[in-house]
């Protein structure tokens, strides 16, 4: 498995780099701030952070 461990780390970044773009791409709503991004962010951190663990 850990052969993998660079190609898994490598699509999870990617993914989350996409998924953050398309979220600034899209009308926003009024209700959300610059809070609700940051929180956005630190969850897709979060998620890369603990794929490393598993890994």
Same mark, same amino acid.
């Given at each position: 498995?850990?052969?993998?461990?660079?190609? #898994?780390?490598?699509?999870?970044?990617?993914?989350?780099?996409?998924?953050?773009?398309?979220? &600034?791409? &899209?009308?926003?709503?009024? +209700? +959300?701030?610059?809070?609700?991004?940051?929180?956005?962010?630190?969850?897709?951190? !979060?998620?890369?952070? !603990? #794929?490393?663990?598993?890994?």
């Amino acid at each position: 498995m850990s052969r993998y461990k660079g190609a #898994i780390a490598l699509v999870a970044s990617v993914l989350a780099v996409t998924t953050l773009a398309l979220a &600034q791409q &899209q009308p926003k709503p009024e +209700e +959300e701030t610059i809070g609700s991004l940051l929180g956005e962010r630190e969850r897709v951190l !979060n998620t890369l952070v !603990n #794929i490393a663990r598993i890994e």
